[in-house]
């Protein structure tokens, strides 16, 4: 029983750092995929690099800290991820209502790849979570969302800038916190380790 | 304000009531009309914020014009100003007056006010309204407008961008095109794009920044087309709906919600594929007239169709297809989709495959047909089997070629995809006698043999063309022909056709006609524009083909696809252009002549149009010398070629030249023949006036019975004038003997016995040094001095001893040697008279120039004599010159004589000597020799 223990939380542990190596892969993959979809909009909607979004980010989380757990610091980067599919689909949604065209070019179909990776990162920051013992719980729920987005159709279209900016950055976000999690789950695992060896000898 | 200004100096009589009375008329009509014109009241604005309207509405009374103006609030600025005519609403009492703007009306605000106007009369202005516009303070925020617009393309746009407040407006770019802006209040600028092109498919951006670039605001323009339907049609598949089709001819560039919709006899259509041109939707009945309206924010389009449900039946296939297959037939069973198929006349097709099965019909006759060379070489080709026709797969075919007469035949297989064999018939034609062979094919698949296909190759072959060539006019259907029918006439009919071209094993197609028909229209998918077809027709009877009629046409022309060869010449003074047919092939077009241009610089001036072909040359005249372009174009009912263009330097004509110089020539020859011929004639005159006679000299006394010696005494009457002329050249001083004759012609009779009187004349004669032709006269005047006895006669004196030679008479010479003679015999006086013969010296010209036999007589005579040294030489180069000759200048001679007595030897020594002066002589000879 012992031994099948100690090989499950040796396979949860090679399941964890596989998992991160994974997401952060599929981070860079998502922002490489990103800062395209972002050249692609800019061009489509001749934006020229003087349009900026420079309002407050669409995306509601704690604010992150160094002091923050790793089940925390994953919690809000799967939160946040979450809120930027959301806000995705819905900008893909309204924009394909208001907007759309005749044909499907580069940019939908880049537009469809970036919502389809942002969904498979979700899928290993969710695992992920799951093995730091997390809740998946978003927060602020989908209702809470301001999802509508303008009516005005220039705005629209800066909103939909705004949510591609945010997938851009929460990604580059998720990178960052991903190549710091191995370490920090080593610790921890260490640490844990400790403390049930210390609460054997005592038995 | 009416005014009436009164003049001091007019009527001063007028009483000032009468004055006073008229200003107050005017000043009361003026009140009265300020009492009708009502200001406007109660002015109520209505704002279509989308369509830029504005509507204004005001109680006007009974006026019905009005001036309106409408002002931009902030900057005074005026946008409107006009008299406008309004007649008043009857039902509401009010005045109203639409205006659209230039600009979005939330630009800025803008204040309206009315007066009512009669002719020049107007009322107070109204209270002024204002629409109000979103650059309020109170309305800080960063705005633009329009907002969405969809324009057709060509439109033109007014967008202005109301700067948030606190901020410094910047620019506004139209997609990545920076625009100008004008401002029309203080927050709020616009700019208009004129001529809009389509839009992208999410339109386009119209963006407002600030100075620094911080913030933005923008707007989106969508630019695209109306609706454009074509082609809505209308049919049936189960004989109870109906399903209607059209196509969208171009993309409205507008999508989605601003796409187009479609209505089918006023129901919704909704669309299966809105994206694809072809756009299909369906009713559930057949109303037998059908509207389709397409509309999109642009416009609308609407497209009908009428038609019975009968005639617009789209049959389906057949459902649940059966088979019951026998040994030699088989029973094909289906059933229809819709039960109204049952009641419906339909044609049904059965094609049966040959998968598992044997076919079991043979192929159908193929179409069979000839080409023949002229050297009884060519081609038996036939057409393909449709699949139809093929009852199967073809396997083969088999051609005979068979001539009963020589009894000559020859069969051989082909592969199934062979339809033309070669064919030579030389030796047949050879041998037989007979005018035709017989062609046979036969199609072959794996259930038999077709029925023989024959075609009669004519072995006498004719090259002559038989019938006139017509033309053949293409139209939309083809080549129509027509012809007559021979009522005799049983046969069938074969029309081929072929590139005319083609000269060799040409690709023939051709069309079977039965017999009776008069008209046929020839189609091919084959047929090119631009290329010449002859078209022939041919009896097909049990004999050859015969050629009834031949036809030229072209599918259509085109302009020729070469130019002429053009070469330039010279002929004369003028330029003969000549140029060569165009090849058959590159005319693409029936010619129907040419045209000759001149080319000055880059410009092509028409010099003629020939209409007629067969003339390929033509001759430019009176050009003058210089270089000339050429181009000549062929043209065809389509146009003109691309032309040839030669150049030639027209050179100066050297046959003219040759004339010249001949034509001068003979004009000298002529002079000169005449002046010969004048002279000849007037040689007399001539003889007078140039040459003279020297007069004889008169003896005084009996000078024939004295044999002594004599006692000569100078004539003391004897005179010597010396003569001067005006003109006298120093350099040609001569003095010229005046014949006694011609001083005194008619005038005076000659009195011989007088002392002669001479005249010199100092006169230009020939230079040339001419010898004496007699005796040397020096040597006479040298021998003649020394004679103290003689009387002497002095009848000519010449400053150049030459001069002396023109002792022209003959017979005055011969008379003249007869003193000498006489003088001879008195040479011995001591002072008297010595012939001229003894007293030569060794030196014709230096030794009797002595002055001393000057100085002897003038010693011994008595004074009558006059010597010639006390003459003034004039000339002293030519004294000089002439050496002693110019003293013997006066020399005397004797009176029987004017010629000095020297030799006929000395004289041919002397013309030896003296060749030049040849032509003198001869000259002087021809008029002595004429003389009568």
Known sequence: MAARRTRGMTGGSDLSRATVARATAIAELLRYECSILLELYRKKESFTADVTVTESRLVSVPPPSSQLETRDKLWCLHSALLQCRSFLERAITKEEEQLGGGKKGDYETQRKMVKERLSLLLINTGELLKTAGGVMILTPSSEGLELDGPTILFELKLWVYRIFEEVDYWTKTAITTLQALPSVIAKERARTTRVRSTRSARR | ?932
């Open chain 2, 1 to 932: 304000m009416p005014r009436l200004s009164v003049s001091p100096s007019s009527k001063p009589n007028c009483s000032p009531v009468w004055l006073i009375s008229v200003l107050l008329g005017l000043l009361a009509i003026h009140t009265n009309a300020k009492d009708v014109l009502t200001v406007p009241q109660q002015v109520i604005l209505s704002a279509n914020m989308y369509t830029q309207h504005l509507t204004i509405s005001w109680l006007g009374g009974a006026a019905t014009t009005f001036d309106l103006m409408i002002l931009r609030t902030e900057l005074n600025e005026t946008v409107f100003y006009e008299t406008v005519s309004v007649t008043m609403n009857q039902v509401s009492g009010r005045h109203q007056w639409n205006w659209t703007s230039v600009e979005p009306l939330e630009c800025t605000s803008l204040s309206i006010k009315i007066r009512s106007r009669d002719g020049q009369t107007t009322s107070e202005w109204s209270n002024t309204q204002i629409l109000q516009g979103s650059d309020l303070p109170s309305n800080e925020k960063f705005q633009m407008y329009p907002q969405d617009r969809i324009v057709p393309v060509g439109a033109n746009t007014t967008f202005c961008c109301i700067v948030e407040e606190g901020l410094l407006f910047g620019t506004i770019r139209y997609g990545n095109t920076v625009m100008n802006t004008t401002r029309l209040s203080r927050r709020s600028f616009a700019t208009t794009v004129v001529n809009q092109e389509l839009s992208g498919e999410t339109g386009t951006n119209v963006v407002c920044f600030d100075n620094l670039r911080t913030k933005l605001t923008g707007a989106v323009v969508f630019v695209g087309y109306p609706p454009l339907p074509t082609d809505f049609v209308c049919e049936t598949r189960d004989l109870t709906s109906a399903v209607c089709q059209w196509k969208e001819q171009r993309d409205t560039n507008l999508y989605r919600k601003r796409g187009t919709r479609y209505s089918l006899n006023k129901r919704n259509c909704t669309l299966s594929s809105p994206e694809e041109k072809q756009k299909e939707c369906s009713v559930a009945q057949w109303e037998g007239n059908f509207t389709l309206v397409a509309v999109n924010p642009l416009g609308q389009y609407s497209l009908t169709d009428s038609a019975e449900i009968n005639h617009r039946v789209h049959p389906v296939a057949p459902d649940n297809l059966t088979f019951v297959v026998h040994a030699w037939n088989a029973t094909v069973l289906w059933q229809w989709e819709y039960k109204s198929y049952s009641s419906l006349a339909l044609d049904c097709q059965v094609e049966l495959a040959s998968q598992g099965y044997k076919t079991r019909g043979v192929p159908d006759a193929p179409d069979v047909w000839m080409w023949m060379n002229k050297d009884y070489t060519g081609q038996v080709i036939w057409k393909p089997l449709t699949q139809r026709q093929s009852h199967g797969l073809i396997t083969g075919y088999e051609v005979t070629l068979w001539s009963p007469e020589v009894n000559f035949q020859h069969t051989e297989l082909f592969s199934p995809d062979t339809y033309a064999v070669p064919v030579n018939l030389t030796q047949i034609a050879t041998r037989s006698s007979d005018n035709k062979v017989m062609a046979t094919v036969i199609a072959k698949n794996a259930a038999g043999v077709s029925q023989p296909a024959s075609v009669l190759i004519p072995l006498r072959l004719t090259d002559v063309e038989p019938f006139t060539v017509s033309r053949a006019v293409y139209t939309d259907r083809g080549f129509p022909l027509f012809w007559q029918r021979n009522p005799n006439d049983t046969c069938a009919y074969v029309v081929e056709w072929y590139e005319a071209s083609c000269k060799w094993d040409c690709p023939v197609e051709w069309i079977k006609l039965a017999a009776g028909n008069t008209n046929v229209t020839i189609k091919s998918a084959n047929l090119q524009p631009g290329v010449r077809y002859n078209i022939s027709l041919y009896s097909s009877s049990s004999e050859a083909p015969e050629l009834l009629q031949h036809w030229q046409g072209y599918m259509q022309e085109l302009v020729p696809s070469s130019s002429v060869l053009l070469s330039t010449t010279q002929h004369d003074s003028d330029i003969v252009l000549t140029w060569r047919e165009i090849p058959l092939v590159n005319r693409r077009g029936f010619l129907l002549g040419y045209n000759i241009y001149i080319s000055g610089g880059s410009q092509l001036t028409l010099l003629a149009n020939l209409s007629d072909l067969e003339s390929r040359s033509y001759t430019v005249k009176g050009l003058s010398q210089g270089l000339y372009n050429f181009t000549v174009k062929a043209y065809t009912s389509a146009g003109e070629d691309k032309g040839t263009t030669a150049s030639i330097t027209l050179e100066p004509y050297t046959d003219w030249l040759i004339l010249e110089i001949l034509a001068s020539l003979g004009i000298i020859a002529l002079l000169l023949a005449v002046v010969t011929f004048i002279c000849y004639k007037k040689r007399k005159w001539v003889k007078k006036a140039f040459y003279p006679d020297i007069p004889e000299p008169k003896l005084s006394g009996d000078w024939s019975r004295s044999q002594g010696p004599l006692n000569v005494k100078p004539s003391p009457h004897s005179l010597v004038h010396m003569v001067e002329k005006p003109e006298w050249d120093s350099s040609k001083e001569v003095l010229v003997v005046i014949p006694e004759e011609d001083e005194f012609e008619g005038d005076e009779p000659v009195d011989t016995d007088e002392p002669t009187s001479l005249r010199y004349y100092n006169q230009v004669v020939d230079e040339r040094p001419i010898r004496p032709r007699f005796p040397d006269s020096s040597d006479s005047s040298a021998s003649s001095l020394d004679s103290a006895c003689t009387d002497v006669t002095y009848t000519g004196i010449q400053t150049s001893g030459s001069s002396l030679v023109f002792q022209l008479d003959p017979q005055g010479s011969s008379e003249g040697q007869q003193p000498q003679a006489d003088l001879s015999v008195c040479g011995g006086g001591g002072g008297g008279y010595r012939p001229q013969m003894q007293s030569r010296a060794p030196s014709d010209d230096i030794g009797l120039a002595s002055p001393e036999p000057f100085l002897e007589p003038q010693a011994a005579s008595a004074g009558g004599y006059k010597p010639q040294s006390s003459w003034h030489f004039d000339s002293p180069v030519d004294a000089g010159e002439s050496g002693g000759l110019a003293l013997s200048l006066g020399s005397p001679t004797s009176v029987a004589s004017t010629q000095f007595l020297l030799p006929d030897g000395e004289e041919r020594a002397e013309e030896q000597r003296q060749p030049s002066s040849s032509a003198a002589t001869w000259f002087t000879n021809l008029l002595s020799s004429t003389k009568p």
